[in-house]
Protein backbone atom coordinates (compact mmCIF):
# COMPACT_ATOMS: atom_id res chain seq x y z
CA UNK A 1 0.00 0.00 0.00
CA UNK A 2 0.64 3.77 -0.12
CA UNK A 3 -0.13 6.57 2.10
CA UNK A 4 -0.66 9.69 0.49
CA UNK A 5 -0.58 13.40 2.07
CA UNK A 6 -1.16 16.73 0.55
CA UNK A 7 -0.37 20.08 1.26
CA UNK A 8 0.37 23.60 0.12
CA UNK A 9 -3.18 24.74 -0.03
CA UNK A 10 -4.61 27.90 1.15
CA UNK A 11 -5.87 31.40 0.28
CA UNK A 12 -5.36 33.11 -2.79
CA UNK A 13 -6.38 35.72 -4.61
CA UNK A 14 -7.01 35.59 -8.06
CA UNK A 15 -3.90 35.54 -10.65
CA UNK A 16 -1.41 34.24 -7.84
CA UNK A 17 0.07 31.09 -7.31
CA UNK A 18 -0.01 28.07 -5.22
CA UNK A 19 2.45 24.80 -5.25
CA UNK A 20 0.82 21.64 -3.92
CA UNK A 21 2.54 18.67 -2.69
CA UNK A 22 1.70 15.16 -2.06
CA UNK A 23 4.08 13.20 0.25
CA UNK A 24 4.11 9.22 -0.23
CA UNK A 25 5.40 6.52 1.91
CA UNK A 26 4.70 3.18 2.10
CA UNK A 27 5.90 1.59 -1.29
CA UNK A 28 7.88 3.65 -3.50
CA UNK A 29 6.19 6.24 -5.54
CA UNK A 30 8.11 4.98 -9.04
CA UNK A 31 5.49 2.06 -8.99
CA UNK A 32 2.65 4.46 -9.78
CA UNK A 33 1.63 6.85 -12.17
CA UNK A 34 -0.47 9.79 -10.48
CA UNK A 35 -2.84 11.48 -10.71
CA UNK A 36 -4.30 15.33 -9.05
CA UNK A 37 -8.30 15.71 -8.89
CA UNK A 38 -10.07 18.18 -7.69
CA UNK A 39 -13.74 18.50 -6.24
CA UNK A 40 -15.41 22.52 -5.85
CA UNK A 41 -18.50 23.13 -3.18
CA UNK A 42 -21.74 21.30 -4.65
CA UNK A 43 -19.81 19.82 -7.08
CA UNK A 44 -18.56 16.09 -8.37
CA UNK A 45 -14.98 15.56 -8.13
CA UNK A 46 -13.06 15.68 -11.39
CA UNK A 47 -9.74 14.89 -12.59
CA UNK A 48 -6.67 18.06 -13.07
CA UNK A 49 -3.50 15.92 -14.34
CA UNK A 50 -1.87 13.35 -14.70
CA UNK A 51 1.66 11.97 -14.70
CA UNK A 52 3.42 8.55 -15.78
CA UNK A 53 5.94 6.78 -13.94
CA UNK A 54 8.77 8.11 -15.06
CA UNK A 55 7.72 11.44 -15.56
CA UNK A 56 7.47 11.06 -19.49
CA UNK A 57 3.58 11.68 -20.30
CA UNK A 58 1.70 14.37 -18.40
CA UNK A 59 -1.99 15.50 -19.15
CA UNK A 60 -3.90 18.01 -18.16
CA UNK A 61 -7.58 18.94 -18.04
CA UNK A 62 -8.61 21.62 -20.52
CA UNK A 63 -10.02 23.76 -18.00
CA UNK A 64 -5.49 24.39 -16.24
CA UNK A 65 -3.83 23.37 -19.50
CA UNK A 66 -1.59 26.64 -19.55
CA UNK A 67 -1.91 27.37 -16.33
CA UNK A 68 -0.98 24.62 -13.87
CA UNK A 69 1.98 21.87 -14.18
CA UNK A 70 2.67 18.60 -12.85
CA UNK A 71 5.67 17.02 -11.63
CA UNK A 72 7.61 14.59 -9.53
CA UNK A 73 10.33 13.42 -7.93
CA UNK A 74 10.64 9.36 -7.61
CA UNK A 75 13.99 9.69 -5.67
CA UNK A 76 12.21 12.43 -2.77
CA UNK A 77 8.43 10.01 -2.94
CA UNK A 78 6.97 13.51 -4.05
CA UNK A 79 4.60 14.65 -6.34
CA UNK A 80 3.65 18.34 -7.13
CA UNK A 81 1.06 20.64 -8.45
CA UNK A 82 2.06 24.12 -9.74
CA UNK A 83 -0.78 26.35 -10.11
CA UNK A 84 -0.44 29.48 -11.82
CA UNK A 85 -3.00 31.95 -12.86
CA UNK A 86 -5.34 31.07 -10.32
CA UNK A 87 -9.02 31.79 -10.57
CA UNK A 88 -12.20 31.63 -8.42
CA UNK A 89 -13.15 28.75 -10.59
CA UNK A 90 -9.93 26.81 -9.14
CA UNK A 91 -11.45 26.68 -5.81
CA UNK A 92 -11.56 23.24 -4.41
CA UNK A 93 -10.50 20.53 -2.84
CA UNK A 94 -7.59 19.41 -4.36
CA UNK A 95 -6.68 15.49 -3.96
CA UNK A 96 -3.43 13.75 -5.57
CA UNK A 97 -4.15 9.49 -6.31
CA UNK A 98 -1.82 6.69 -7.38
CA UNK A 99 -2.64 3.89 -9.99
CA UNK A 100 -1.06 1.12 -10.43
CA UNK A 101 -2.49 0.96 -14.21
CA UNK A 102 -0.89 1.64 -17.32
CA UNK A 103 -1.31 4.30 -19.71
CA UNK A 104 -2.77 7.77 -19.45
CA UNK A 105 -6.06 8.13 -17.40
CA UNK A 106 -8.20 10.56 -16.00
CA UNK A 107 -10.78 8.24 -14.56
CA UNK A 108 -10.94 8.03 -11.03
CA UNK A 109 -11.76 4.10 -11.07
CA UNK A 110 -8.03 4.15 -12.54
CA UNK A 111 -6.22 5.25 -9.20
CA UNK A 112 -6.21 3.18 -6.17
CA UNK A 113 -5.12 5.59 -3.18
CA UNK A 114 -6.05 8.57 -2.35
CA UNK A 115 -4.80 11.63 0.00
CA UNK A 116 -7.11 13.13 2.61
CA UNK A 117 -6.80 16.25 0.19
CA UNK A 118 -6.39 20.15 0.80
CA UNK A 119 -7.96 22.83 0.19
CA UNK A 120 -7.71 25.64 -2.16
CA UNK A 121 -9.65 28.85 -2.25
CA UNK A 122 -8.83 31.87 -5.09
CA UNK A 123 -10.62 34.96 -4.07
CA UNK A 124 -11.52 37.77 -6.03
Known amino acids: QVQLVESGGGLVQVGGSLRLSCAAS????????MGWFRQGSGKEREFVAF????????KYADSVKGRFTISRDNAKNTVWLQMNSLIPEDTAVYYC?????????????????WGQGTQVTVSS
Open 26 to 33: GRTLSNYA
Open 51 to 58: ISRAAGTT
Open 97 to 113: AASSTYGVSSRQNDYNY
